[in-house]
């Protein structure tokens, strides 16, 4: 193969590619909020205690941290989140029904969503199988709260989370507003709520994390997250934009971070028009504002 039949065949993949990232992919034109609101900041709670860590079978270290975060954690954040005002969604497991059903009880009573966060912190290959997990993990959640859940943060097949009944999906970032994802065929529509890792607790306070080594640590002051956060939420303040803080129960529901989270929140509602719902309000706001343009199919 000659190196323009070679440059050729590249330029052909590139194109087949682009073409499949506009087909899964609708952005939303002229995205705006309800007249008074600037932007829309969800808290978001990842709350998987030790199922994570199990499922890799991580050391009794690891395990123990996650209990941190069903024991402990997920109450000073719950009591945070009141203390504010702040309507946060908790996505957890379905496992975690079985665990900790009373945090869940008092989140939702306090009026914060309960969301899902697969059946146990993993998405099964097998594609019935997956399916009986998204069922499992939708069934427990719905006893555990009285509501059935209508938002997840997985890696879930579409269509089963269609099938389902879900409104949106929370992983992901292709764009800093919500948008609609599809399946490669371009069918199977579902709302993304975009977060990045970049305003994600677990990428500055881990210590051991996925096994890693001392050399990969990440210990950060929090006083240095509490600035880079406050920088992206004046970014997207000034466009009008969107922010989602992801936070887990066993990392920053330490007293330290939550003091810092504090001083976060107290600020941001020093400024006007700041927008502190749960993800599935936001979520009903734009199917209703932005229905997607071919249908949801």
Not at 96 to 112: M, R, W
Not at 163 to 169: F, S
Not at 281 to 294: E, G, Q
């Amino acid at each position: 193969m000659s190196d323009i039949d070679q440059l050729s065949r590249e330029i052909e993949e590139l194109e087949t590619a682009a073409s499949t990232y506009d087909t899964r992919h609708e952005f939303i034109d002229d995205f705006h909020y309800p007249e008074g609101t600037q932007i829309a900041v969800n808290f978001t709670c990842d709350f998987d205690a030790m199922l994570f860590r199990r499922f890799l079978n991580e050391t009794p270290m690891q395990l123990a941290q996650g209990e941190f975060g069903g024991r402990v954690g997920i109450w000073r954040l719950i009591e945070l989140f009141d203390s504010h005002d702040v309507k946060a969604t908790i996505f957890t497991p379905g496992r975690i029904c079985e665990l900790y059903p009373q945090s869940l009880v008092a989140a939702h009573k306090s009026g914060h969503e309960i969301a899902d966060h697969m059946w146990e912190h993993h998405v099964p290959k097998d594609m019935q199988l997956e399916h009986d997990h998204i069922q499992k993990s939708t069934t427990a959640l719905e006893k555990a709260v009285g509501k059935r859940p209508v938002g997840t943060r997985s890696r879930h097949t579409l269509s089963l989370l269609k099938e389902e009944g879900y409104l949106y999906n929370s992983h992901g970032s292709a764009a800093h507003l919500p948008h609609y994802l599809r399946d490669d065929d371009g069918e199977n529509c579902l709302l993304n709520i975009p977060f990045h890792y970049a305003i994600d607790d677990a990428m500055y306070f881990n210590f051991a994390w996925l096994s890693s080594d001392n050399a990969a640590q990440r210990i950060t002051d929090p006083d240095r997250v509490f600035d880079m956060w406050w920088a992206a939420f004046e970014q997207q303040y000034r466009q009008g934009g969107y922010l989602n803080i992801c936070l887990h129960p066993f990392v920053s529901g330490r007293a330290q971070r939550i003091e810092m989270l504090d001083r976060l929140i107290a600020r941001m509602k020093t400024l006007p028009g700041v927008w502190f719902p749960t993800c599935e309000t936001v979520a009903r706001y734009c199917l209703k504002a932005f229905p997607p343009k071919s249908g949801g199919n």
